[in-house]
């Protein structure tokens, strides 16, 4: 069992900056895949990040790509969302997701444990 509380969300321009952080408890956290997934209103939950239990691997999705970057601190039990460049487009709900596994995922099904959801809102 893990449990993920998110946090760093709030308002910024566009062109601006975020970093995310979610605190996993548990001492199993180097076990779990972590991933960031985020929901826009009216629309369906996507995979934005995700990161391997060593950190060693990372994935994105293409809408994300060059201007996010996934972290973890294993020692810390936590996983980082750094948002750069951002977007109106990026404005959302931010979810941190864990999964047990080795191997990095963008399918939303995957992941058995989810945090409450940080808001982002981006002004043009």
């Known amino acids: 069992q893990v449990q993920l509380v998110e946090s760093g969300g709030g308002l910024v321009q566009a062109g601006g900056s975020l970093r995310l952080s979610c605190a996993a408890s548990g001492r199993t956290f180097s076990s779990y895949v972590m991933a960031w997934f985020r929901q826009a209103p009216g629309k369906e939950r996507e995979f934005a990040a995700s990161i391997s239990p060593s950190g060693a691997s990372t994935y994105y999705a293409d809408s994300v790509k060059g201007r996010f970057a996934i972290s973890r601190d294993n020692d810390a039990n936590t996983v980082y969302l750094q948002m750069n460049s951002l977007k109106p487009e990026d404005a959302a709900i931010y979810y941190c997701?864990?999964?047990?596994?080795?191997?990095?995922?963008?399918?939303?099904?995957?992941?058995?444990?989810w945090g409450q959801g940080t808001q982002v809102t981006v002004s043009s």
């Open positions: 997701a864990a999964r047990i596994g080795r191997s990095v995922s963008w399918l939303l099904y995957e992941y058995g444990y």
